[in-house]
């Protein structure tokens, strides 16, 4: 079952954090002293939005925790689990302040920390989890007069515009002894949401939040899950009831999607919605479940795939292969099937130069 | 009897037979209530009232359309009419065989379209069941109505209605002549009409038996809910919700489900917490649908019929990212 299923949000509490001046300097934070209570529909609202970065299918990426030290966010965050109202609030000023820490650049906008406890899954594991939110601008409609106007605003916060917010949830499902009286990150599962960290070219953008605040780094096992849906993927494609000349177009779109795209992440939901006939979609993510692929994103690493995705290779039913260079292979080599003669007509575009 | 001691001996009699008219209403519809569990303005498709032939038409029919009666006042059965007017054949048949059971009157059948049919097999004719009904116990009415007062029920499908509206007085009752084409039509009209009406059957049966599974599919999940929810099966919307998914549910088991359940008990707090606020979260039917959102998520969210917060309420209770 997922993680995410069941997410109850308990304790809130919100502060905010600045741009650094214009010498370089923290702005203190304005800090909240007391819990930020939520309405039904607002609290619907706000787990929307945890779930939608977060949840099963989403973009959300699980990391692993690097930095557990007593003054890290990891340790600090854990008694964000345990203590009394007044240690909650204490501990999320602190989370906050070190948030601003390490805004270093002056780039990085201000916004709202949310910081809230509760549980999740099934099980109701505790978690904890920390929001910034940056503003946004956007139009109320107000009356005056009897007439209507539209009032600018620009602090608008947490709208379903993802792009504007980033998040880590901290999942407890375990309990090991405390070494030196600090908690242990195997009892931790971290999921971390931040859009800079689905591109290429925003990686360096993402590193403050998750790896310099959160402590975090990507999973060294992205590099096998990386190549598990390579071979999943592909298994899936071939076992499928998908005509030849699909399957080689899915052959490829699998090359575009790992080897060109400029994605920085592996998603089974993202490469469904862009290449399967929406007849094999649901297939495809369920033959990925029942291999226990995770749902959520997983951060593209090809160490393992390099010399598999350098080459396709293709054999065919009389043990003949053709081996060719997998960027462009459709530019290099068309293929197409002859059912009714039971043949494969392959038209390679070059001339053979040897013959091993 | 000359025309003018007729009529006044109608005259004398028309309160009465208004009443009658009512009585026999009230014994059918009484009748029909109890015994086919309908609710009655549903039911019959055009509204009962007991109809008094008029003056001119019973002077017509009693001195001058041949049909050679002794006793015209007491002989004429149809002084008062009564139609009743259902939907479908099946229909016909159940209100037939309550009238003929009737305490209240002897009942005899004047026409019986199943026979006529069944008799002149090769040709398309007036279809319609026509009774006379007399009272067994004198009624009290001023004047009294003595046992033996004839009313005439007729029972048709709404079809036949219409057919009959059509050609009551032109073709059947004529005295101008009707031209063989306009009689072609007519019998073709009500080839079509017979058609029609066991085509409307068929679809009310098909239509049926999958009432039948939808209702049994209602009773299992109620079965269950907890105790302290209380599941809302007689809304639309539960029958609204399975039509859409029907496709998926095919293949639907009830074990596998029972499984999910257990597996994610939360779903029935979720359930209840939201029924607070929306009343959909109520319907028996929303159990399935955490588990369809569950198991066929894709198709879930591309055939989802109702507001995109609602699905996205449960998708989230479920832990699904419903947008990216």
């Given amino acids: 079952m997922s993680y995410f299923a069941n997410l109850r949000i308990a304790k809130i509490v919100i502060h905010e954090i600045y741009k650094r001046d214009v010498n370089g300097e923290i702005t203190p934070p304005r800090y909240n002293d007391r819990l930020t209570r939520l309405d039904a529909s607002a609290l619907d609202t706000l787990q929307a939005r945890v779930i939608h970065a977060l949840g099963d299918d989403s973009h959300s990426v699980q990391m692993d925790i690097v930095k557990d030290d007593i003054s890290s966010t990891f340790q600090k965050g854990t008694t964000l689990l345990t203590g009394s109202e007044a240690e909650f609030i204490e501990t999320s000023k602190q989370l906050c302040y070190h948030l601003a820490e390490c805004q270093t650049t002056k780039g990085i906008p201000g916004g709202i920390v949310l910081i809230f406890s509760g549980t999740t899954g099934g099980q109701n594991f505790p978690i904890w989890a920390i929001i910034k939110a940056d503003y946004q601008e956007g139009f109320v409609k107000s009356i005056e007069e009897e007439n209507l106007i539209l009032k600018y605003i620009t602090d608008l916060l947490l709208t379903p515009q993802q792009k504007l917010y980033k998040l880590a949830v901290f999942i407890e499902h375990g309990q090991s002894p405390l070494i030196n009286n600090l908690r242990s990150t195997e009892d931790f599962t971290v999921y971390v949401y931040d859009h800079n960290m689905t591109r290429n070219e925003t990686q360096t953008a993402a590193a403050y939040f998750y790896r310099d605040f959160l402590g975090c780094h990507y999973s060294p096992t992205d590099k096998k899950l990386t190549q598990d849906f390579y071979l999943n993927t592909k298994q899936f494609i071939n076992s499928s009831n998908l005509d030849f000349e699909q399957k080689n177009e899915l052959g490829t779109a699998l090359f575009t999607y790992l080897k060109v795209s400029q994605e920085q992440i592996v998603h089974v939901e993202s490469f469904a919605d862009e290449y399967l006939p929406i007849e094999e979609k649901e297939n495809y993510v369920q033959y990925m479940e029942a291999k226990s692929f995770p749902a959520h994103a997983i951060s593209k690493d090809l160490t393992y795939l390099l010399k598999k995705l350098r080459q396709r290779k293709i054999t065919f039913t009389n043990n003949v292969k053709i081996i060719a260079p997998a960027e462009n292979f459709n530019s290099l080599v068309d293929i197409r099937s002859d059912p009714e003669n039971d043949q494969t007509l392959v038209i390679i575009k070059g001339k053979q130069i040897s013959d091993k | ?324």
Avoid at chain 2, 39 to 46: G, T, Y
Avoid at chain 2, 131 to 150: A, C, H, Q, S, T
Wanted: proline share 4%.
């Fill in chain 2, 1 to 324: 009897m000359t025309e003018v001691e007729f009529l006044d001996a109608y005259r004398g009699q028309a309160n009465s037979l208004m009443l009658y008219g009512d009585f026999v209403i009230l014994s059918i519809t009484a009748a029909i209530e109890a015994e086919l569990n309908v609710d009655i303005s549903k039911f019959l498709k055009v509204p009962l009232q007991a109809r008094i032939k008029d003056e001119a038409s019973l002077i017509q029919k009693a001195f001058y359309r041949n049909k050679n009666y002794n006793d015209p006042f007491n002989e004429i059965t149809d002084k008062i009419g009564i139609r009743i007017v259902v939907l479908l054949e099946e229909d016909v048949h159940a209100v037939c065989t309550i009238i003929e059971r009737l305490k209240s009157f002897t009942c005899s059948k004047d026409r019986d379209f199943v026979t006529e049919r069944d008799n002149s097999p090769e040709s398309f004719r007036y279809q319609s069941n026509h009774y006379i009904l007399r009272n067994v116990v004198p009624l009290e009415f001023d004047p009294p109505i003595e046992p033996g007062m004839p009313a005439e029920v007729q029972v048709r499908t709404l079809l036949q209605h219409a057919w009959s509206e059509l050609t009551h007085d032109t073709v059947y009752k004529p005295n101008t002549y009707a031209s063989p084409q306009v009689q072609r039509k007519v019998a073709q009209a009500t080839a079509m009409i017979e058609l029609t009406d066991r085509i409307f059957s068929e679809v009310h049966q098909s239509v049926n038996s999958f009432d039948i599974a939808f209702e049994n599919l209602l009773r299992e999940l109620e079965q269950l809910f907890p105790v302290d929810i209380k599941p809302v099966s007689d809304n639309v919307v539960n029958r609204y919700l399975l039509d859409t998914y029907n496709e998926e549910l095919k293949t639907f088991s009830i074990a596998a489900f029972k499984h999910f359940l257990l597996d994610n008990r939360f779903i029935w707090e979720r359930i209840k917490a939201r029924s607070q606020r929306k009343q959909l979260f109520n319907l028996t039917i929303m159990p399935l649908m955490y588990y369809l959102a569950r198991t066929k998520r894709h198709i879930m969210k591309a055939k989802w019929p109702l507001g995109e917060e609602d699905l996205e309420l449960m998708f989230t209770d479920l832990g699904i990212s419903i947008k990216r």
